[in-house]
């Protein structure tokens, strides 16, 4: 029997705006069967991350150039149909790289194997790619000590909600900043952050230096642009400011101005550094195992969004630049 397989491609180079329906084409052809040592995957949920658009970009050179007319990349879990590679069976679910697709031929080697339980779709967030952002962002270049005072904006996103419950576990007192009052309880109520300020609705300026008085020690920012700005005016002695993102940038067409508080960085003896999560992958497993456990503990809650149907793919990565999502961003194709 022959498969059919719908695939989403890059049409369009989103630079210096947002997404639209034409970035991306639908297109229908028959499934590829797997060749030595590669896999046939049909693919059951997608996950999908704001660095999506920026990869249509060829920004940045931490990944392979994208082409256009390529499947869109998108890493997904899925369940193995038939396979060359002997460390796959039919049954089997793994994760990777499986492109908006409803069926993807790959070689096994590209493939992670996972544990068939009710943690399935947790690989494309806390125990994934989001989860190891958080944990070695968090290990490697946020330092926390018990007793620290934690900021971190974009909080109830994805990677945002796990980092500061990372940063509870480490001792630290947490602030998060998101869009809206609903994301607000929730960083409050489930997700135990001490406190949660709208920055759509408050003086975020003003209310950290409310909730926190003695200044930020770590800083974890997902936003970039004014809030960050704002924020390092607030940092303590010898902090930590960890830049993750800057989702605030990613649709403009130009750099943002600043940030005019940067000099606080020498005033107060601080740190600023970047990081791409990709280089920490020879550690993954170690982090998966520790945010295993706290998830299976009840220590770690995270939110799943999803969404339905693979012809809604471009559309769902459009909702996390409007602030739509909640949590992980994903999308169920079958
Ligand atoms: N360095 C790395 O290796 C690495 C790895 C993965 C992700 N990241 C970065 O981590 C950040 C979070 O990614 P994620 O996958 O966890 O996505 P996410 O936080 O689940 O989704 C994006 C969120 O960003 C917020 N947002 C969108 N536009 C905004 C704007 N103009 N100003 C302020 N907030 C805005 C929205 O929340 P609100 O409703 O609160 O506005 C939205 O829900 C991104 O910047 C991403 O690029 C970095």
Redesign the pocket.
Known sequence: MTLNNRQWLINGRPLGRGLVDDDFRFVESPVRPPGEAEVLVRVLTLG????QK?WMENIGGYVAPTEIGEVMRGSGVGEVLESNDPAFKPGDKVSGMLRWQDYATLPGKELLKLADDDLLTANLGALG??GM?AYF?LAKHGRPFPGDTMVV?????????VVGQIGKIAGCRVIG????AE?CAWLKTVCGFDEAID??AENVRGRIRELAPGGIDVLWD????K?LNDLLAEIAMHARVV??????R??TGQLPAGPEHYFNLIFKRATMS?????DYMSEYPVARRRIGAWIRSGRLKFAEDVQHGLENAPRTLM???????????LLRIA
């Open positions: 999908f991350d704001p660095a920026g790619t989001t952002t962002g904006t974009g909080a109830a996103g994805a990677t945002g909600s900043i998101a869009g809206g994301k920055y759509k997902n936003v970039g642009g809030l830049i993750c993102g800057g989702i605030s990613y649709e970047g990081f791409i999560v990709l909702r996390l630049f409007t602030g739509a999502n909640f949590g992980k961003q």
